[in-house]
C-alpha cells in the first residue's frame, strides 16, 4: 500500500496563495494519475485538477486560472498552487494517486490537510 502525505494547508485572507504539496512512498512500480480533490463542510468532494503521467492536466470549472497542478514523477509528489484565493476555496483538500503495483493497480487517498480562506 502506498501512503500519500499531504502538506501546506492553512489560514490564508482572501486574494492570498498558498502551495500543497503530497509525496507518496512505498512500493511503487508507477504513478499514473495525480489528483487534488477538496470536500467543503456540507459538501460532496470535489475535483480540483488532475494531472496524468504524460502532463496534461484538467481542473474544476470554479479553480481554472488561478490553481496550478504539477508533479514530479522522479520522486513521486504532486503539488497544488493556489492563488487568488476565495472564501469559497475552504475545504480540506485530498491528494489522490492512481499507480501500478506489483499485485497491479489500485487507487489511494491521503488524509487531507485543511485550507481555510477567511478575513
Known amino acids: 500500500q502506498v501512503q500519500l502525505v499531504e502538506s501546506g494547508g492553512g489560514l490564508v485572507q482572501p486574494g492570498g496563495s498558498l502551495r500543497l504539496s503530497c509525496a507518496a512512498s512505498?512500493?511503487?512500480?508507477?504513478?499514473?494519475?495525480m489528483a487534488w480533490y477538496r470536500q467543503a463542510p456540507g459538501k460532496q468532494r470535489e475535483l480540483v485538477a488532475v494531472?496524468?503521467?504524460?502532463?496534461?492536466?484538467n481542473y474544476g470549472e470554479s479553480v481554472k486560472g488561478r490553481f496550478t497542478i504539477s508533479r514530479d514523477n522522479a520522486k513521486n509528489t504532486v503539488a497544488l498552487q493556489m492563488n487568488s484565493l476565495k472564501p469559497e476555496d475552504t475545504a480540506v483538500y485530498y491528494c489522490?494517486?492512481?499507480?501500478?503495483?506489483?499485485?497491479?493497480?489500485?487507487?489511494?487517498w491521503g488524509m487531507g490537510t485543511q485550507v481555510t480562506v477567511s478575513s
Open positions: 494531472i496524468i503521467s504524460d502532463g496534461r492536466t
Open positions: 489522490y494517486a492512481n499507480y501500478n503495483y506489483a499485485l497491479g493497480s489500485r487507487s489511494d
Open positions: 512505498g512500493s511503487i512500480f508507477r504513478i499514473n494519475t
